[in-house]
């Protein structure tokens, strides 16, 4: 039992009539079929003949199953039939993890053959904010600067077989983000994010910089999310850091550094001018604490003064 790739169209001169899927909005990850017959013009989803074309679009991902069980499936887009004496075709050009995939022949069919349409393009996620201050440690300042990261990340579907067993096998209607599925998603991204950063900061991108350094924090995401959501077939799929903002004690901490490197440079500002510096040069560069007169260790965490 498994697909046939047409190489004519679904006209009424070649087929009884069709099932197709109606483009997806940006939430709704898998639809049903809908058939629609040529001869009552009629649209239905539950009775269904053998004689029938199956469109596939760019961007859909097709799912034959019986019983909740996967019969058969294609990535490609085209015009199909369903053949019940033909092997499973198991057409596959996008998704890495089905490339060996094996499907369980030993299928008891009943009449509840249905065909399932997986949205395979990105999905916008929600806007995020941390809600606790993240530790990065910037190798340039050589410290670890505490942020708060703002932004955006998207999902996508990246292995329709996994994501259908794990969320829409027998589903009667659409299968849509809700509120309650971004909420869960939202929560481990927001665990792992401090992880991904830390990958991050061994490339020595400043934190000021990571706002334009998406691809590498997506990569890093994806990494640390990989086996986790691996079994589940949807991950994150774009990561942008609208912002990232200094917590006031690190601001003072990376004034206070900047302040003594201005202040060391004598080849390039006057005596005048390191003066002025020296006034300004009033924080711990370690823990930000206001130094009081001529000392050479701070009172606060006993950081050398240089």
């Given at each position: 039992?498994?697909?046939?790739?047409?190489?004519?169209?679904?006209?009424?001169?070649?087929?009884?009539?069709?099932?197709?899927?109606?483009?997806?909005?940006?939430?709704?990850?898998?639809?049903?079929?809908?058939?629609?017959?040529?001869?009552?013009?009629?649209?239905?989803?539950?009775?269904?003949?053998?004689?029938?074309?199956?469109?596939?679009?760019?961007?859909?991902?097709?799912?034959?199953?019986?019983?909740?069980?996967?019969?058969?499936?294609?990535?490609?887009?085209?015009?199909?039939?369903?053949?019940?004496?033909?092997?499973?075709?198991?057409?596959?050009?996008?998704?890495?993890?089905?490339?060996?995939?094996?499907?369980?022949?030993?299928?008891?069919?009943?009449?509840?053959?249905?065909?399932?349409?997986?949205?395979?393009?990105?999905?916008?996620?929600?806007?995020?904010?941390?809600?606790?201050?993240?530790?990065?440690?910037?190798?340039?300042?050589?410290?670890?600067?505490?942020?708060?990261?703002?932004?955006?990340?998207?999902?996508?579907?990246?292995?329709?077989?996994?994501?259908?067993?794990?969320?829409?096998?027998?589903?009667?209607?659409?299968?849509?983000?809700?509120?309650?599925?971004?909420?869960?998603?939202?929560?481990?991204?927001?665990?792992?994010?401090?992880?991904?950063?830390?990958?991050?900061?061994?490339?020595?991108?400043?934190?000021?910089?990571?706002?334009?350094?998406?691809?590498?924090?997506?990569?890093?995401?994806?990494?640390c999310l990989k086996q986790f959501y691996q079994s589940q077939g949807i991950s994150v799929n774009n990561v942008l850091l609208s912002s990232v903002t200094p917590t006031v004690d690190s601001a003072i901490m990376i004034k206070a550094i900047e302040e003594d490197k201005l202040y060391s440079n004598s080849d390039i500002i006057n005596d005048?001018?390191?003066?002025?510096?020296?006034?300004?040069?009033?924080?711990?560069?370690?823990?930000?604490?206001?130094?009081?007169?001529?000392?050479?260790?701070?009172?606060?965490?006993?950081?050398?003064?240089?």
């Amino acid at each position: 039992m498994g697909l046939i790739k047409m190489d004519f169209d679904i006209s009424k001169d070649n087929c009884l009539g069709y099932i197709y899927c109606p483009e997806m909005k940006n939430d709704v990850i898998i639809r049903s079929g809908i058939f629609k017959d040529y001869k009552s013009d009629t649209k239905d989803k539950n009775h269904i003949p053998s004689d029938i074309g199956i469109l596939v679009d760019e961007g859909q991902f097709l799912i034959v199953s019986s019983d909740g069980k996967i019969e058969d499936f294609t990535s490609e887009a085209g015009y199909y039939t369903f053949d019940k004496k033909s092997k499973p075709l198991m057409l596959n050009e996008k998704f890495d993890d089905l490339n060996n995939l094996e499907l369980n022949n030993d299928i008891n069919v009943s009449s509840a053959r249905k065909f399932y349409f997986i949205n395979t393009k990105e999905i916008k996620g929600d806007k995020f904010s941390t809600p606790m201050p993240i530790s990065y440690k910037d190798n340039n300042l050589k410290i670890n600067v505490d942020v708060k990261c703002y932004g955006r990340y998207t999902f996508k579907v990246t292995n329709p077989v996994n994501f259908y067993y794990s969320y829409g096998s027998n589903i009667d209607s659409d299968y849509v983000l809700d509120d309650n599925f971004k909420k869960q998603f939202l929560e481990k991204f927001l665990e792992i994010l401090n992880q991904a950063l830390s990958l991050v900061s061994t490339s020595n991108i400043p934190y000021n910089l990571l706002p334009k350094s998406s691809e590498d924090i997506t990569n890093a995401v994806k990494s640390c999310l990989k086996q986790f959501y691996q079994s589940q077939g949807i991950s994150v799929n774009n990561v942008l850091l609208s912002s990232v903002t200094p917590t006031v004690d690190s601001a003072i901490m990376i004034k206070a550094i900047e302040e003594d490197k201005l202040y060391s440079n004598s080849d390039i500002i006057n005596d005048d001018s390191k003066e002025s510096v020296k006034e300004v040069k009033m924080f711990c560069t370690n823990c930000g604490e206001k130094i009081i007169g001529d000392i050479k260790f701070c009172t606060n965490c006993g950081f050398q003064i240089n």
